[in-house]
């Protein structure tokens, strides 16, 4: 969330002490805002964490399983993101981007595999 500096109008984020232009202190109505948010959490979140890994193992060694965990657990952490705010937004969304690449691509394999042992005769 972002708000107005009053003394030089620069983008200010709700979460910055002092605005990172001007260095004025923060509003009254900008201090009250922040109040109202969350507290934010330290440290990186471990589901997210726990995705990207997954999604990683899953492209590599575990088909299906681990991408499929590592979509699962990216959802998950993202929405855990946002409700309390805390780092990992990033592992989180690429353990989902490489989660479903690893299912577009073992999909891949496994429709090729199928086609193959169709169109090519057995060797008996
Ligand atoms: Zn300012």
């Known amino acids: 969330m972002k708000l107005i ?3 030089c109008g620069a983008a200010v984020d709700v979460r910055s002490v ?4 001007c260095g004025a ?3 009254a109505e900008h201090l009250r ?3 109202a948010l969350p507290p934010y959490k330290s440290g990186t979140n471990g589901i997210a964490i726990a995705s990207l890994v997954s999604s990683l ?3 590599f060694f ?3 399983v681990g991408t499929v965990a ?3 657990l ?3 952490a993202r929405r855990r993101i946002a409700n309390e705010p805390q780092d990992g937004d990033g592992f989180a969304i690429a353990g989902l981007i490489i989660g479903y690449l690893g299912i577009a691509v073992w999909m891949g394999f496994a429709f090729l595999f199928f086609w193959l042992s169709r169109v090519v005769p057995t060797v008996s």
């Open 57 to 59: 193992v899953g492209l």
């Open 18 to 21: 002092a605005c990172g232009e």
């Open 33 to 35: 805002l922040r109040a």
């Open 62 to 64: 575990l088909p299906f």
């Open 25 to 27: 202190d923060p509003s």
């Open 70 to 72: 590592g979509v699962v």
């Open 74 to 76: 990216g959802h998950l």
């Open 5 to 7: 500096c009053d003394n």
